[in-house]
């Protein structure tokens, strides 16, 4: 059985409570809060953390903790825009210890379209920088780093393939980095799914869940697109997975009905 947890993110429809209290219904086990707004280390001072602490407490739920998503590029060729773009994520890791977070997910950075051919390189090279120190200053706090892959879409993201995700995750295993494999992101790249999880092996200690058409980032409810997710289950078990499995699903009103599809499949 996949260990699940669902996705709590910046904008969503109900409060965080509400979300809580359906998590709790459904048996999940963990929520992943986006360190956006109104969760953004600045807006979080001891009270707020207080309380958060409490609500996660009496749902009986484990908290995690997505780092930023907007306005951060770890990538970017600009220093002042990388050394911001690491600074606000040392601000997230920081919150997650606050919180007792033991692991943080972060994106590494994207190359703008328009500067792939000749400047993808140097991104790459500017997110390996700023990797190196945050997985340092997190490993200094007992907090694990998940690198996430990301979407096809008009920028080239750093973490898109399985190759650009083992490479990055292999440099930094010693520190305690591990990849997340964001199988809706995957699946719009047209890679296969089965061999993205068998190469990245043990090095996966999440799996984020939703679904799309192949072509965009849609995070709609399970079985409405077209992921092939009992191949993906299947091959899951033949790693011997045991990590986490957070559905982001954009229709909260979809979630139970994810949930159960998921925990269909994980049965079989």
Known sequence: MLRLGASYFSGCSVSLETFMKLCH??????IEIQAEHPYSPLEMDTKRVT???DLFSNYELTPLLHGPVH??????IKEQIRRASVEITKDSIKLADTLGCQEIVIHAGKCPADQVPFM???????AVMSISELAIFADDLGVKVGVENKQKGMDREIIMTVDDHIKMVSEFQHLGIFAVLDIGHAFTT???????????????KETHFHD???????HLALGHGDVPFEEVVTTLHDIDFNGLS????KDIGELSSS???LKKLSAC
């Open 51 to 53: 309380e958060l602490r």
């Open 25 to 30: 219904e459904l048996n999940l086990d963990y």
């Open 120 to 126: 993808l390189d140097r991104a790459r090279e500017c």
């Open 246 to 249: 957070i559905l982001e699903i």
């Open 212 to 218: 799309n058409n192949g072509q965009t980032d849609d």
């Open 71 to 76: 306005d951060v590029n770890l990538a970017s």
């Open 190 to 204: 047209g890679c296969s799914l089965v061999d993205y999880i068998c190469t990245l092996g043990n090095s996966l």
């Open 259 to 261: 949930v159960q599809y």
